[in-house]
């Protein structure tokens, strides 16, 4: 089951009554670790699965019993497009989620979109895989850098990365280790130490764009062969198999 542990014991009700169940966990952040371990000895779990690998190592310390896997964030590639070479986008960089200014500081960057305005988002999904297809530049940075106080040090692999890879947009930000580890190359441009350097260094990647194209097409075939939750899935199978489950 698909549990986060803000509202574990609410999405596993009342299955874990009857059932053993495997929770395939995602969000585990610092603040739940407590939780989680009381709920995995409270309901004598066996095997669990997490999405982020710090977290997973940290809940391996404390639960030794437990047999856990490491599978990492994915995708559904039919939602997202190609769209037009990054010299012919209308809208220079796109934004969505949650707020990046504290990294980033004020932008002054033309046909600059951001889709989450006055608390609300500006596009359907459907506008949005357009949007994207239609866009040179987004941010991706983890939240362990916009959100440190909750993440306390905790740097994961989104599915907003593989999103990104697969709308061939140029991604500036920081790329987790976790990605770094699975594509065997980093695909993000990390942005300068320097905040009052940031919007300097994304106005000369829009001057430059051209140059950025043979970077993005090589995302786009990575997130196809890496990225999806077809390919991962396969692989939580075999590991079920391997540890004596009969599916």
Same mark, same amino acid.
């Given at each position: ?5 803000? %509202?574990?014991?609410?999405?596993? +009700? ?9 929770? +395939? ?52 590639? %039919? ?19 949650? %707020? ?22 500006? +596009? ?19 939240? %362990? ?55 300097? +260094? ?46």
């Amino acid at each position: 089951m698909f549990v986060e542990p803000v %509202s574990i014991t609410f999405d596993t +009700f009342p299955y874990y009554a009857t059932h053993e169940v495997i929770p +395939f966990i995602w969000d585990c952040w610092p603040c739940y670790y407590d939780k989680m371990e009381a709920w995995f000895k409270r309901h004598e779990t066996r095997t669990a699965i997490f999405t982020s690998r710090m977290e997973m190592e940290e809940m391996q310390k404390r639960c030794p019993q437990v047999k856990m896997l490491w599978c990492p964030e994915a995708v559904d590639a %039919s939602k997202y497009k190609k769209g037009k070479l990054l010299s012919e986008r209308s809208i220079n960089m796109l934004e969505f989620g949650r %707020s990046n200014e504290r990294v980033l500081g004020k932008l002054t960057i033309e046909n600059h979109v951001c889709t989450y305005v006055d608390g609300k988002f500006i +596009f359907s999904n459907e506008e949005l895989y357009d949007a994207m297809g239609d866009t040179r530049i987004t941010v991706c940075l983890p939240k %362990s850098m916009t959100h440190p106080d909750i993440a306390q040090g905790v740097e994961t692999l989104t599915q907003r990365y593989w999103e990104a890879m697969l709308s061939r947009m140029v991604i500036v930000g920081h790329a987790p280790k976790e990605l770094i580890d699975i594509c065997g190359y980093n695909p993000v441009l990390e942005l300068p130490d320097k905040k009052e350097e940031i919007n300097t +260094f994304i106005l000369d990647i829009l001057n430059h764009i051209e140059d950025y194209q043979n970077l993005v097409d090589l995302n786009s075939q990575t997130a196809l062969e890496k990225g999806l939750w077809s390919i991962r899935m396969k692989g939580v199978e075999k590991w079920l198999w391997e540890i004596g489950y009969s599916l």
